[in-house]
């Protein structure tokens, strides 16, 4: 059984660009979650996938958004990049959709730098 | 809203000494209760949960218990290894929906 994996590992960026990050979750989950870690700090919710649709959102602003595929992989895109969205980006995934006992098992996370 | 607060670190302990890091919360309802371990340079590690009032989550010698009356998940471990040196974070799942909330973490070093 594959776990959580995430790409690219780390990540470089300039102020204005976008940015894409993928994560394929662990077989036979149907649900995606995104956090954002910053250094010191623990994660924080940005949104969740359950099979291909949104199924909630954290307190971040539009230009954050994501998709997930039908095979449940996801992506989140980031829009106009801020020095403040430097931070580890990290993917979770579950089975179930919103039972609050099905255990998230998260991937190593993408490392993103905004210059 | 729902949040969690777990002391601050760093927490620096001799092996084999006794371990606790408080951890409180906020929620409406009966959210479940998580603590995840994250290693140096890896993601989080679920350690353990519990998903309503007096559980108790267990593993790797590690314990917490789910105190409604005092909205406490505090962590504990009666003896500590090196290998355990990580940072810990406590986190809460709110009871319809699988969002997790996250304490800002405790680092744990521990000393040979």
């Known amino acids: 059984e594959t776990g959580v994996t995430q790409s690219p590992t780390h990540l470089i960026k300039t102020r204005g660009q976008q940015v894409t990050l993928r994560c394929s979750s662990q077989s036979g989950h149907n649900t995606v979650s995104w956090y954002q870690q910053a250094l010191g700090q623990g994660p924080q919710f940005i949104f969740q996938?359950?099979?291909?649709?949104?199924?909630g959102r954290g307190n971040f602003p539009p230009r954050f958004s994501g998709l997930q595929f039908p095979n449940y992989s996801s992506e989140l895109n980031v829009n106009a990049l801020e020095l403040d969205d430097s931070a580890l980006y990290l993917c979770a995934s579950s089975s179930g959709g919103e039972s609050s006992y099905n255990e998230q098992f998260f991937g190593p996370g993408t490392r993103l730098t905004v210059l | 809203g729902n949040s969690v607060t777990q002391m601050e670190g760093p927490v620096t302990l001799s092996e084999e000494a006794f371990l606790t890091i408080n951890c409180t919360y906020t929620a409406t309802g009966y959210p479940s209760l998580f603590w995840y371990v994250q290693y140096p340079g890896e993601g989080l590690q679920l350690l353990l949960k519990a998903t309503k009032a007096d559980d108790k989550g267990s593993n790797k010698g590690f314990e917490a218990t789910y105190r409604k009356e005092t909205t406490s998940f505090h962590l504990e471990k009666g003896s500590v290894q090196v290998s355990d040196s990580a940072v810990y974070f406590c986190a809460l799942s709110a009871q319809y929906g699988n969002k997790l909330v996250f304490g800002a973490g405790t680092i744990l070093r521990v000393k040979s």
């Open positions: 996938y359950y099979r291909e649709e949104e199924n």
